[in-house]
């Protein structure tokens, strides 16, 4: 485990990935023993088990809330052991690569899972990321997580580019954002609008100077990824929007930017997307957008 810890590291997998990578393979060792009734065998796992898994995890295996997994879930746990049967048959260890053929999940429907928020929605939201009082009239709170919020919201950054983001990622001269290391590792730069750069300069403004180099920091130093879900869960319940989280925000970004007719590639561009398909989805109308639409044939003649 520990040089495929190494293997993943010198592939450029991020600390994250290489957790959720080891804890796929420990979970598959566990069903597999539990299964078989003996120590697994690397060599001896075939397609055939990999396949009996997978079932497995479509069927019988349950998320945290005691649910049935997504398939993206599946997919990202059979891709998981598709990288360490790579490496095991890249050393050597194994004749072949048992996931290999292997295919991912169909996932159907994607556009109606994702949620974005609408107008006002997102009206409301800004409304409470600019009222003092909503942070127990303690202002620096409200200014630090509004440009945070608004990174999401006007940039469409993730949640780990925003805990990863340094102040040297920042140019408010040219009002732009380097992501020097977004999903997969790739490099990539958002400008700024003038909601985001001046919701920025004012935390930059008043950010203690003692705490490194992240951009968002709390009273015990750099802001982690649970910090900042603590912060949204506060939100939802100031909002009572229930479906409010990070990613929901970065969904309202690429959504509004679909919607003002701004062309799927740029939007990619900006998104970071690599798949012009994950783009695609945000073409999907809402139920008042289409409402408005068939709305404006009424009354013709």
Not at 41 to 69: C, E, F, M, W
Not at 285 to 290: A, F, G, M, V
Request: glycine content about 6%.
């Amino acid at each position: 485990m520990d040089n495929f810890i190494l293997y993943l590291r010198e592939e450029g997998s991020r600390e994250s990935t290489i957790t959720t990578y080891i804890g796929i393979v420990v979970q598959f060792n566990k069903w597999y023993e539990e299964t078989f009734g003996k120590e697994i065998d690397p060599a001896a796992v075939s397609a055939l088990d990999i396949q009996d898994y997978k079932q497995y995890l479509l069927h019988t295996a349950k998320n945290r809330t005691n649910g049935r997994l997504s398939p993206k879930t599946i997919n990202k746990k059979i891709e998981g052991l598709r990288t360490y049967f790579r490496f095991l048959h890249e050393k050597g260890l194994i004749a072949t690569n048992p996931v290999e053929k292997v295919k991912p999940q169909k996932i159907q429907n994607r556009s109606d899972s994702v949620r974005w928020l609408d107008r006002n929605e997102k009206n409301y939201l800004v409304r409470v990321m600019n009222t003092v009082s909503e942070w127990k009239n303690k202002e620096h709170l409200m200014i630090r997580n509004r440009a945070l919020v608004y990174l999401m919201l006007h940039a469409g950054l993730r949640i780990g580019e925003v805990t990863n983001l340094e102040l040297n990622d920042i140019d408010l001269v040219k009002q732009i954002i380097y992501i020097q290391d977004g999903k997969g590792g790739k490099f990539r730069r958002v400008e700024m609008n003038k909601d985001l750069l001046i919701a920025l300069k004012q935390w930059l403004e008043i950010r203690p100077t003692d705490k490194g180099n992240n951009v968002f920091i709390s009273q015990k130093g750099p802001m982690t990824t649970p910090g900042i879900q603590s912060i949204f869960k506060e939100l939802k319940a100031k909002t009572k929007l229930e479906d409010l989280t990070p990613h929901a925000l970065r969904h309202t970004f690429c959504h509004d930017l679909a919607q003002k007719g701004v062309s799927l590639s740029l939007i990619a561009d900006l998104a970071g997307h690599t798949d012009l398909n994950t783009t695609r989805i945000y073409i999907r109308s809402s139920e008042e957008e289409r409402r408005g639409a068939v709305d404006k044939l009424s009354g013709e003649r």
